[in-house]
């Protein structure tokens, strides 16, 4: 298995720090064993190490190689499937996954702040309405929020200040919601990981993991080196091939993004003054918002499997001029994709493989903030605190053995009935 560089992206361009960790040689020990650098993974070696706890993080590639590199950088409250998990957890669910809900956005904050971390973040968020019943769905989250005492600015826009804001007349409604925002996510992640290294954590990169042997000691082996630990996190998501039966509880969905050259000021003030990011409402979904550069980031979803960006640029730039007819003369500048781990029943997949070989991968859209999450609840389950692991754990993940290798067709037949289900 060759290791590989980073995709050509927007993202991988604008690195404050290029991250040059040595590879994995020799036989080692430490007290916990991280495989994979994405936010799941280097959130966990952060909260560990901030412990305290040894934390050797073995990737196959670079730190943020993978989705966590990748992504739209929009930082969106909420869990996926959050009402299914709420139920199964009883009386208290609601307050529980509320609660949880927005506290990767303080652990991202509370990051950025502390290790003075330069990703860009910026605050607002702007759910869009495409028909009548995605207004009522605005205005029902809005009255929720309203009665949380929600401590950020939420408002409802009509058409026309959503017109206003956002310069595109494809809406007919959307709620500003400045508890979230966006960022720069590559250089959050290498960030986070330059944090555990100064807290102590070892990260070895270009080193894919081959196997881990489950004992007392758990023993985790690459090509030219081994770390055996008391616990071992696989924190691979949708790249990695360790464990069958996880494979078989996600499907791998391909999602792209194409970033424009950076744009004039007279077209940032029609199309986004105020710097929010965009998301509307759909299953196959449409997302944007402008890089720090003033680049417009537009992401989505299409029939494709490969990572051409001429292909990824001819299939995403005729959505981009929908929404935005006055961008026919921009130039694009860059192309890519990236694998989400989305789960048959769209619930995070948190758990263990045995005693002491932890899990945690399939946030659909919403890794950023779960990430960050689910590293402080198994930074909590190593240390022996398991309340929040159990509200995941509890809930078995439906396994279908052909989810990964009949990825193709499950995943284009799925996205064409999302896509029927959209039209209604
Ligand atoms: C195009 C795109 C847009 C997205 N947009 C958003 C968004 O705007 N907002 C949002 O909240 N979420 C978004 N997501 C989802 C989000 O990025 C992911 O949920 C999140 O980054 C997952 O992080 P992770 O660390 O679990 O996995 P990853 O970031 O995928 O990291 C997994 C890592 O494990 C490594 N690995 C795999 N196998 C091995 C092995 N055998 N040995 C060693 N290492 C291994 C990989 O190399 C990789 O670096 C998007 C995803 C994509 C692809």
């Given amino acids: 298995m060759n290791s590989q560089p980073h995709t050509g992206s927007y993202y991988a361009a604008t690195v404050n720090d290029v991250t040059d960790f040595s590879p994995l040689r020799g036989a080692h020990s430490t007290d916990v064993c991280v495989i994979g650098a994405g936010f799941t993974g280097i959130s966990t070696a952060l909260h560990l190490a901030e412990r305290g706890y040894e934390v050797h993080v073995i990737e196959a590639n670079k730190v943020g190689w993978g989705a966590s590199g990748r992504n739209g950088g929009q930082m969106i409250g909420g869990i996926s499937a959050e009402g299914k998990i709420a139920k199964a957890v009883g009386t208290d669910g609601e307050k529980i996954m509320w609660d949880m809900g927005w506290a990767g956005h303080s652990i991202i904050r509370d990051r950025v702040s502390r290790y003075g971390i330069q990703c860009d973040l910026k605050a607002g968020y702007l759910d869009v309405a495409i028909k009548p019943r995605h207004v009522a769905a605005i205005e029902k989250e809005f009255e929720y929020l309203s009665n949380k005492d929600f401590p950020f600015e939420i408002k409802v826009l009509s058409r026309q200040e959503t017109q206003e804001a956002i310069g595109t007349d494809a809406y007919i409604g959307a709620m500003l919601n400045m508890a979230n925002g966006h960022l720069h996510p590559l250089n959050l992640c290498i960030g986070e990981a330059n944090a555990a290294v100064a807290n102590g954590a070892i990260i070895c990169e270009d080193s894919p993991v081959l196997r881990i042997e489950p004992g007392k000691q758990a023993i985790v082996t690459t090509e030219h080196g081994s ?36 744009l004039s000021a007279e077209l940032v ?57 006055q961008l026919a003369d921009t130039k694009i500048d860059f ?76 995943v284009a037949l799925g996205v064409l009935y999302y896509q029927i289900m959209d039209r209604l």
Avoid at 235 to 248: C, I, Q, S, T, V
Avoid at 346 to 354: A, D, F, H, N, Q
Wanted: charged share 15%; proline share 8%.
């Fill in 269 to 325: 003030a029609q199309i986004n003054p105020h710097d929010v990011a965009v998301c509307d409402p759909n299953f196959v979904l449409e997302y944007f918002r402008l890089s720090a550069d003033k680049r417009l980031l537009f992401g989505g979803r299409c029939n494709y499997f490969g990572s051409d960006p001429d292909v990824i640029r001819g299939k995403l730039r005729p959505k981009m001029l929908r929404i935005y007819p």
């Fill in 335 to 410: 192309a890519w994709g990236g694998t989400i781990g989305v789960p048959i029943t769209r619930v995070p997949l948190l758990g263990r493989l045995s005693d002491n070989v932890f899990y945690s991968q399939g946030y659909s859209g919403h890794g950023v903030n779960m990430t960050h999450l689910a590293g402080q609840i198994l930074a909590d389950a190593i240390a022996g605190t398991f309340e929040q692991f159990d509200v995941f754990a509890n809930l078995k993940p439906l396994v279908f053995p052909g989810a990964h290798s009949f990825r193709k067709p499950l």
């Fill in 227 to 262: 770390v055996s630990a008391d616990f071992v996190v696989l924190a691979g998501n949708a790249y990695h091939d360790l464990a069958p039966k996880l494979r078989g509880a996600m499907f791998p969905v391909n999602s792209f993004i194409i970033a424009t050259e950076p």
